[in-house]
Structures are given as C-alpha cells and as structure tokens.
C-alpha cells in the first residue's frame, strides 16, 4: 500500500508539470488537492513518508499555500481516523523515536548515535545506490539550466535526503520504500535539465531518457529479484528458527508463553494485529489461552480474555502462574525493555532467546 501510495504522489505532481519548478497559481484547488490528500495518508500509513511532503514545494505557491497544507492536514486526520483512540500513544512513540538512539525508541536519550549513524548511512548508500548516483548527475546538469529547474532539482534532492536522514536512524531497507519512486522525479527534473543544453538535440534527449528509463527497469527488475531471494532465505530462516524453538518449549509442562515484537512464533504474529484491534483481545482466551503478550513498545502486558494489563494485574497473574507450578516463558530478541521482567536465560539462537520468568521487575512495582 505504502509503495502504491508513493507512486500516485509522485505520478499526480508529475501529471502537474511542478517539475519545472514553478508553481502555477492560475491552478485552483480542485487541480492541486489529489496529490496532498495522498500526502496525508502516507503520513498516516507510515511516519517515513513525512519528509516527502517537501515535494509539495513543487506545486505551491504564495496563495496555495495554506491551503495545500489544510489537505494534507485532512488527508492525515484521514488516514488515523480507525485508531483515533490511540492517537496519544502514537504521538508518544513518535517522541521516543525522536529523542532516543536506539532501536524502537531505546537505547540513550540523544538524537543520534554518531558511530551508527555513519554506517547506517554507508549501508543506505551501498544498498540504493543509484538513488545518490540520480542526485549526484541531476546536480551536474543543474548547472546548465534555468533558475526554476534549480529550484525544483533543491526540493528533490532536500525530500530525499530528509527521507534518508530519518531512515538511517533506524536503518532498514524496507524503510525506503516512499523513496522509490521519488526516482521517478529525478528522471523527469533531469529532462527538463536538460532541454536547457544548447549542445543535446530533441532527438538525442528523447534516446538518452529512454535509455536512462530502461537502465532504472533493468535495475529495479535485479535488485528486486535479489530481494525476494533475500526474503526467501529470511523466511527458510524463520521457520527453522521456529521450528528450533517449539522443540526447546517442549520440555516445559503446561507453560504459560509470553511473545514478543519479532519473535518467530505464529502467535507473537497474531498478537502483533491483536495490539491495533484491542476488542479481539478480549476472545484470545478461547483461542489461545496459553499465549500472552510483552508489548516492548510501551513495556504492558496483554493477556488473552484481558488485553492489556496495568502492572499490577500482570505482576498478580504472572505469580500466579509461577505459585500454581506453571513455568512463565518469554520468547523474544534481546531488547533493552526486557528489564520489565526478573529472567533467567534457558535458550537462544540467532533470531530470539528463551528465558524463565521470575516475576516483574522490582523497579516495576
């Protein structure tokens, strides 16, 4: 959804012609609203879309201005709309994102971790690289051409690297994905460049942008093939990884299991959805009533038949298992939110570790 998104924003301010970098202002509108309404929901489908609202820059223009913005505002309100009740904690998650270092809001309270950074951004630049190359040969022929086609090449490239800047944070190429078709504008913004040389004719610029767009196809159609073979082998991973672990489970008796963000059981999935539709919770416990849940984004419990818990309720049932002679099993990566718990470390491999839970932390109570 994501990437289709992306595509629809980037192909609407292209159909606009913003691309020679003036705004029109005898455009109403009703011409201008599609591409910021999209804008909105992508803001609201995923946070790493925000800086792609710089491209808006295209199209605006001293009287549009405000009003271009009022629907991306609309598009956003939008697009929350269906978890309007947790608008709170997503705002709050958006901070610790923000003002921690770490992975998912983590780690130390400062913007970045300079060693991370840089090494995040060599990854970034080796995994997208003809993204960088784009932007390095559209500055080139940038210096050819008129002031608006400067204009609209400092936009692009000013979304692209916000876009990077925030991803790198928290590296992930999955992360990129609003990015991708931003190329798409590279490739137009380097057309309108170039009709400004005096030495390329109409003819050679319509060969050389064909043949511009044939090597991105040819790219894209490689790099995807290496994805998927990389998502496959991920997934032959994860099933062993599982497998390995279900084996390790079977030497406890009647366990109560708690899953965690990116643990490689089915549950941990399903409970993963569960988080964003709380009233299904509620029926976990005819379906899986062994299985329970650390949200290590807020550090709560959710157990089924109960969703989620104030500390006390977990810390009560927790012991309450332990007292019955029930053990309490985590099964979860190593995350620093772990300190929630009192554990004792009986398994790991490569994706997750098994641990013995004790009880709740005392810093907890």
Request: aromatic share 12%; glycine share 8%; charged share 10%.
């Amino acid at each position: 959804m994501l990437y289709g998104l992306s595509m629809l924003y980037c192909g609407s301010l292209i159909k606009l012609g913003g691309l020679d970098g003036e705004g029109d202002s005898s455009k109403g509108l009703q011409q201008y609203w599609f591409p910021a309404f999209i804008c909105g929901i992508g803001i609201a489908t995923k946070i790493t879309f925000a800086p792609l609202v710089i491209l808006l820059a295209l199209i605006a223009t001293r009287t549009n201005f405000i009003k271009i913005s009022l629907v991306v505002l609309a598009g956003l309100l939008f697009g929350i709309l269906p978890i309007y009740e947790h608008v709170p904690k997503m705002l709050n998650w958006f901070y610790r994102l923000a003002a921690h270092s770490g992975i998912h809001g983590g780690g130390p309270a400062e913007i970045f971790d300079r060693n991370i950074f840089w090494s995040n951004l060599k990854l970034a630049a080796s995994t997208f690289w003809l993204i960088f190359v784009a932007m390095g040969v559209l500055w080139c022929a940038t210096g050819f051409a008129n002031r608006p086609a400067v204009r609209a090449t400092i936009i692009i490239t000013t979304a692209i690297a916000a876009h990077v800047v925030m991803v790198i944070k928290h590296w992930g190429p999955t992360y990129m994905v609003p990015l991708l078709p931003v190329t798409s504008l590279l490739l137009v913004a380097l057309f309108f460049s170039a009709r400004h040389f005096s030495f390329v004719s109409s003819r050679n610029l319509s060969i050389c942008v064909t043949g511009i767009s044939l090597a991105m196809i040819l790219y894209a159609t490689q790099a995807n093939e290496k994805i998927y073979d990389r998502l496959r082998t991920m997934h032959q991973e994860a099933q062993y990884f599982e497998t390995q672990t279900t084996s390790a489970l079977a030497r406890f008796n009647n366990p109560l299991l708690i899953g965690a963000f990116n643990c490689t059981l089915s549950s941990c999935a399903t409970w993963l959805g569960l988080l964003h539709t709380p009233h299904l919770q509620l029926r976990m416990s005819s379906i899986s009533p062994n299985f329970a849940y650390f949200n290590v984004f807020n550090k709560r419990m959710h157990f089924p038949g109960l969703g989620e818990v104030a500390d006390d309720m977990a810390s009560e049932l927790i012991d309450g298992a332990i007292k019955a002679g029930r053990p309490v099993v985590l099964i979860s990566p190593n995350y620093t939110q772990l300190n929630y718990f009192e554990l004792q470390l009986v398994g790991n491999n490569k994706m997750q570790s098994i641990f013995l839970v004790k009880g709740l932390s005392p810093r907890v109570h």
